[in-house]
């Protein structure tokens, strides 16, 4: 394409050169040399080249006379381009010309001389490279009529206006003999600086004037208008003043609440708020007076001087903007922001309350709930039920909205599976990750059966009259597993500080929010740990003193977190800590479908009397079955007198050696209790009554005793019902 421009030029140049020829003008050659460079030269410069400027000395000249114009070409850089030829034209012919051609010099620029014909009007020169490609907008040039301006004076009214405000400019323009000029005269505007605002472009004169409006911006200062006609030009001045301030109205804080110093939060918040003028728009440089209040802690505002709770700022763009520290006390902070208005009057708007915390958690306020349906999941059976398990997290002081984005991890046994870590959003200091039963063909666990354990299977047990004095004949053999082979837990835990009594013992320690050595503390493990048999040490599953000795040392040891790297599980450490991890242990009931079994194959009312029947209802482990799970009990003859005829199993992952409560009543909460505790959750104990003792004896009715169990799985298996029953006579 470059190759066909050039040898296109001379044939172009040759079209121009005939049409002035023909048209009686002259053919000068302009700028800074007037000679054709070389083909190559040419199409070096031609290749840089990216836009081309132009402008005119005079924008109006008289009839007859010239003005200069100046072309500058520019390579992408912005620099000028040296050694280009370009082509000067006019758009309206009958009202003047230019010198056609001329060449750029070492500044990139290249100057043509535009003529005026003897008739009136307004004309567009246009400065093209010769190529044709690229040429630069067009540039009017106005030729006033025969009545030459020899003098122009301006005025202003008013020379002074408040930002966005107008004033009217009035040029006066005269001859040379200082007659007015004829009307229709153009006169030009324009605003030396364009940030201070904007003109009106040109207007004609009527009895010698002409007039253009002015119109101010936002900013104040001084803008100088310049204005021309023909040869003859002037300039005035018009002060720009700033716009009293109106309002002022508090914008944002950047964070709420901040951490106390030193507590390893973000200590700092930018606080911005908005004046307003009295026309609505942004208010530039108006004071702004800052005072805060605070807990008195050492917080302060902008700069650490002298003045900590003062501090006056200047507005930008309307805004004024301070930053604010916190101290080392927590409590509640406000800041007033004050303006005066033109009239005196003080008007002040303020932040809402801004809260210093602690910045990082506490264990005393590390809490972990579960969502539906909750600790008792149907995932022996079922793979992909699924729970939110949340972290609930506050600082020292029970602030839990200065937490956000702080990581919390999850770990999880064999049969469960969680997402790994979360990170609290939001000002909830909660943390939510999911946990999901993952492996449907193992139980969570398989450990050494407790004692508890063992007495409850032995007190269950169809074979014999059991330990504890019961004889039953369920009929089907019982369950394989014990109660804790379903217990599987997940590991939460996140970075924090152990939790303190300030000033507790007296004279230990001042109330400040902060730790002092001798006052009260929770010590905690070093290393979050996994209680992996239920025993509540740190063992290996066998032993009942804690172990010393390295990870691995046993496969069914308990896990834990190793946070020094050092693979010893370390206990608690005899310090307070301000930064180590807490964690919590969360247990699930993981169980299966239902098992119903019932102490015997018949029962027997007689007139008047009762019989009890046992129902066990359970899982292959002996736990009760997931939540949202149904029982219904019921006789068709006579009347269930004693016992649960329904139930909806609740989100609880209790078994029986959770219980607090003396089932036995000696006095003890010991093995018998947990054992007692945990049969009560999976057995119903029926007592059938006669329900019409008037009808006398010798005369039983056939009966039935039935239950029906709807089993909730949660998960990707289909929801089971089962119906089981036994006869039985009443008298």
């Not at 029947?613 to 029982?631: F, W």
Request: hydrophobic content about 35%; proline content about 4%; overall charge negative.
């Amino acid at each position: 394409m470059r190759k066909d421009s050039v040898l296109l030029w001379p044939v172009c140049l040759l079209v121009v050169f005939s049409l002035v020829f023909s048209s009686g003008c002259s053919s000068q050659g302009g700028g800074s040399g007037g000679t054709t460079t070389s083909t190559e030269t040419q199409e070096a410069a031609a290749s840089d080249l990216a836009a081309i400027g132009l402008v005119a000395s005079q924008s109006s000249v008289n009839p007859g006379q010239s003005t200069t114009m100046t072309a500058m070409a520019y390579n992408a850089s912005g620099g000028g381009i040296s050694g280009l030829d370009l082509v000067f034209t006019v758009d309206d012919p009958t009202l003047g010309y230019v010198t056609e051609t001329a060449t750029t010099g070492a500044d990139g620029t290249a100057t043509t001389t535009f003529t005026a014909r003897s008739n009136p009007g307004t004309v567009n020169v246009t400065a093209t490279s010769t190529s044709g490609e690229i040429s630069s907008d067009a540039r009017a040039v106005t030729i006033l009529d025969q009545t030459a301006p020899g003098n122009i004076s301006l005025a202003a009214n008013p020379t002074a206006v408040t930002a966005t405000n107008t004033s009217t400019i009035t040029a006066t323009v005269t001859d040379s003999s200082g007659a007015p000029v004829d009307n229709g005269t153009t006169v030009t505007f324009e605003v030396a600086n364009s940030t201070y605002g904007s003109i009106t472009a040109s207007a004609t004169t009527n009895s010698g004037t002409a007039s253009a409006t002015f119109t101010a911006s936002n900013n104040a200062g001084t803008a100088t208008i310049n204005a021309s006609s023909g040869s003859a030009t002037a300039s005035i001045n018009v002060t720009i003043n700033p716009v009293s301030a109106a309002s002022i109205e508090f914008d944002s804080v950047s964070k709420n609440p901040v951490a106390i110093r030193g507590g390893g939060g973000q200590e700092h918040s930018v606080i911005t708020f908005n004046v307003i003028d009295v026309n609505g728009n942004p208010a530039e440089d108006v004071d702004v007076l800052f005072t805060m209040s605070g807990p008195g802690g050492a917080e302060y505002i902008e700069d650490d001087d002298a003045t900590p709770y003062t501090q006056t700022v200047g507005t930008s763009n309307g805004v004024a903007a301070i930053t604010f520290h916190s101290g080392y006390e927590p409590g509640a902070v406000t800041i007033n922001a004050s303006i005066t208005t033109a009239g005196g009057t003080t008007i002040t708007a303020s932040t809402p309350v801004i809260s210093i915390g602690g910045g990082v958690p506490t264990d005393r306020w590390f809490t972990v709930s579960v969502s539906e349906p909750g600790w008792n999941m149907g995932g022996l059976e079922c793979v992909g039920v699924e729970t939110d398990i949340t972290a609930w997290l506050a600082d020292r002081f029970g602030n839990y909205n200065v937490l956000d984005g702080h990581t919390v991890s999850f770990e999880s046994e064999v049969g469960l599976a969680v997402n790994p870590s979360a990170i609290t959003s939001g000002a909830t200091g909660t943390a939510t990750s999911t946990v999901r039963t993952q492996s449907a063909t193992n139980a969570p666990k398989d450990v050494v059966p407790e004692t508890w354990e063992e007495d409850l299977v032995d007190d269950l047990d169809d074979n014999a009259v059991g330990d504890y004095g019961q004889a039953t004949s369920w009929g089907y053999p019982l369950p394989s597993g014990h109660p804790r082979d379903g217990v599987c837990n997940v590991l939460v835990f996140t970075r924090g500080e152990e939790s303190f009594e300030d000033g507790i013992p007296v004279g230990t320690g001042v109330i400040n929010g902060q730790y002092d050595a001798g006052e009260d503390y929770d010590d905690t493990a070093d290393d979050p740990w996994r209680d992996y048999d239920d025993d509540g040490l740190w063992d290996d599953g066998t032993a009942t003193t804690p172990l010393t000795t390295a990870v691995g040392s046993n496969p069914a040891e308990d896990g834990f977190v190793d946070r020094d790297g050092n693979s010893l599980w370390d206990g608690v450490n005899g310090s307070w800590d301000s930064d180590k991890y807490l964690f919590r242990q969360v247990d699930f009931l993981i169980t299966g479908s239902p098992l119903v079994r019932f102490s015997k194959d018949f029962f027997t009312v007689a007139n008047g009397g009762t019989d009890t029947v046992n129902i066990l209802v359970c899982d292959i482990n002996y736990n009760p079955l997931s939540a949202g799970s149904t029982v219904s009990i019921s006789v068709d003859k006579g009347d269930i007198v004693g016992g649960r005829t329904s139930y909806t199993y609740p989100s609880s992952s209790a078994y029986g050696s959770e219980t607090t409560i003396d089932w036995d009543a000696d006095g003890d909460v010991d093995n018998d209790d947990y054992r007692l505790f945990h049969r009560n959750l999976i057995e119903y104990v029926i007592v059938i009554g006669d329900d019409d003792p008037t009808d006398g004896a010798g005369d039983p009715k056939q009966a039935k005793l039935e239950i029906t169990v709807n089993w909730a799985s949660n998960g990707d298996c289909e929801d089971v019902t089962i119906s089981s029953s036994i006869n039985g006579t009443v008298d």
